[in-house]
């Protein structure tokens, strides 16, 4: 049995996908991410075995492209000088899930990553730690750690 064609499999993975790139850079970087991560799935995926794990592939290129991004956000000049005016269409449009957005921006990175790789993706706690570079077990204590975090910093305030 062969691979399924390619737009089934953006069909089937494409939302874990971008909801693992949002949580990794954000809102506003999640669909160059997205979208950078299908580019170079196209291109590798007539060499994927069809026996492999497509949605923990996808999730690891989705990972490095998240870490690109990131790098490539931190080496990018930021201006100072002037700061633009806020306007009240600006003031209304808050993302509904900000403070967990938020919570989870403070997050340690390992814990970060256990939890959206886990949590939202869905993969199981080896994957995690391949992808940070931990063992399982570490993987599944950050896991732990992060959501203990997010419990605790939005717990209070009755959302989590």
């Avoid at 991004?69 to 806020?86: F, G, N, Q, Y």
């Avoid at 390992?110 to 080896?126: D, F, N, P, S």
């Amino acid at each position: 049995m062969g691979l399924p064609a390619f737009e089934l499999v953006v069909a089937e993975h494409g939302p874990v996908v971008l909801r693992v790139c949002r949580a990794v850079v954000g809102p506003h970087d999640a669909e160059d991410a997205w979208s950078e991560t299908f580019l170079a799935a196209f291109a590798a995926y007539p060499r994927l075995r069809p026996d492999s794990d497509v949605r923990g592939w996808l999730v690891t290129i989705a990972h490095r492209k998240a870490v690109d991004r990131i790098r490539a956000t931190a080496r990018a000049p930021m201006p100072v000088d002037a700061l633009p005016e806020s306007t009240a269409s600006d003031a209304e449009a808050v993302e509904p899930d900000s403070e967990l957005w938020e919570a989870l921006a403070a997050l340690p990175p390992k814990q970060r990553g256990a939890v959206v790789y886990h949590y939202v993706a869905g993969l199981r706690y080896a994957e995690v730690g391949g992808l940070l570079e931990t063992s399982e077990a570490a993987a599944r204590r950050a896991a732990a750690d992060g959501i203990a975090s997010l419990r605790s910093t939005l717990g209070r305030k009755g959302q989590l």
